[in-house]
Structures are given as C-alpha cells and as structure tokens.
C-alpha cells in the first residue's frame, strides 16, 4: 500500500480565514492558496493589506476573495459567515484567527468596559462564528475548525496581559468542548497556539529591550516569524494528516514552555 503524504488534499478546499490582512492570519491565507485551496481573507479594518493579500494570491494562480466586518458586533458577525459561505459556495475550513491584546493594562485598570472588549472578539466572536458556520461545516464532511490561541494561555500572560491570557485559556477550553460536541457532526476543532511571534499585535506594546529579554529565553535562539506557525494550520486543516487529531493545541513557541 501506497502513503501519501502532503497537503495536496487541501486544493479546492473553501477557507475562511478571520483576521487576515496581516500577522499571522495573512501568513496562514497564503499558505492555504498556495496548497490550492480557495480562500475568503476576512478583515476588519485593514482592507488595503487585504487586497494587497488578495492580489498576491491572484497573481500567483490561487483564488481569493475579501470579506469585511467587525466580528465582535453580532450583527456583523453572522453577515461575514454569510458573506464567506456565498464567495466560496460553501465552507469546508474555518480559521478563527482574528484576536487582539488591544493595550496593555493591570487588573486595578482592566475595568468592565476592556474586559468586554477583550472576550467579545478573542473568545465571544468565535463562539458566535463557529455557531453558525457549524452547519454549513457539517455539510461539507471532513470539515476541521482551527482556532488562534496563545502561550499565554499556560502562563497567565506577560505584564498587562491578563485578560487576554484568560481569553485565550478559555479558547483552550471551548476547544475541548466543542471537539466532543462537533464531532459526532463530521467537524474536527484543534487549537494552533503561538509563543512570541512577530505580529503588528505586538507593536507599541512591547519595548525592543523586553522582545530582546524574550528572546534569550527561546532555546532555537529567535523570536518567531508569521510563517513559522503556517504549517500547523495546514496539517490540522488535512484530513489526510490529521484526519483522527481533533481537541488538540499545538505550541509554537521555538520551545519556550
């Protein structure tokens, strides 16, 4: 018997990828078109990276298509699904990748108002993305959702990160649970966590001082780069690869634990 291994079986598969004008997000997408895959790049406010993004992939022979809204307004949430499944004429693989820190702030600053802020687009807007994608995923058999985490999610976050650790920790959970629940539906659900990688989510909110401290403390020696975390993606995304792999969180952090 003949293995194949690749990630050929991605062509022609619909991708809907959140957060993807820049970081990782725009590194993932890529990746996704250049398996020959067809991909709607979600953006909120970044459309002129996106469409840039967008042309690239044009260029290079893949498909791509833009899809715009603010996912932590319900409203605009359920248009962008709707939006994403009519580009592509159905979803085979949805990417929940947009998030933010938004600012750095201790827990005496972090007042009702930021902690709504924080929740309503790193945990509530996939919980509500998720919702009502689910079904189109179900039809489309061999469908596998894979959501952004983060390191922090073990440690509780650097200095002023707290509530957005405490996000991504409740990502690592709602993971779990809806790998047990979707399951049965055909849909696997895997978590892609990233260490310090760098993203525009960490400019002007990070000296160069305290990136350089971080990276002494990478045992591969470099702080990591968007497309270092693109093949975890792929390979959560293959069936043919990770066809029995579902509630899982993959590190990519260069082995800082």
Not at 125 to 140: D, F, K, M, Q, S
Not at 150 to 174: M, V
Not at 218 to 227: D, H, I, K, Q, S
Request: with cysteine; hydrophobic share 45%; aromatic share 4%.
């Amino acid at each position: 018997m003949t293995i194949r291994y690749g990630f050929d079986d991605l062509a022609g598969r619909r991708v809907l990828v959140t957060g993807a004008s820049s970081g990782i997000g725009a590194a993932v997408a890529a990746g996704f078109a250049g398996c020959g895959a067809r991909v709607a790049l979600h953006y909120r406010s970044g459309r002129e990276r996106a469409e840039a993004l967008r042309q690239e992939i044009l260029r290079d022979g893949g498909d791509a298509r833009l899809v715009g809204g603010d996912l932590a307004d319900p409203g605009e949430r359920d248009r962008v699904a709707r939006d994403a499944v009519a580009a592509l004429g159905g979803l085979d693989v949805l990417v929940n990748n947009a998030g933010d820190l938004v600012e750095r702030r201790g827990l005496a600053e972090s007042d009702d108002a930021f902690y709504d802020r924080i929740f309503d687009l790193n945990l509530r807007a996939v919980i509500g993305l998720t919702r009502v994608l689910a079904p189109e995923l179900a039809r489309a058999g061999g469908a596998a959702v894979i959501n952004t985490g983060s390191r922090a999610a073990r440690t509780g976050g650097g200095k002023g990160a707290l509530l957005y650790a405490a996000s991504k920790g409740a990502l690592d959970t709602l993971t779990t649970g809806l790998a047990r629940e979707l399951g049965p539906r055909g849909i696997r659900v895997n978590t892609v966590a990233p260490g310090m990688i760098r993203t525009p989510l960490h400019d002007g909110t990070m000296a160069p001082a305290a990136l350089e401290a971080i990276r002494h403390e990478v045992p591969l020696g470099r702080l990591g780069a968007p497309e270092d975390c693109v093949g975890a993606f792929l390979y959560l995304a293959s069936e043919r690869l990770a066809g029995y792999v579902t509630g899982a969180t993959i590190l990519i952090s260069g082995g800082r634990t």
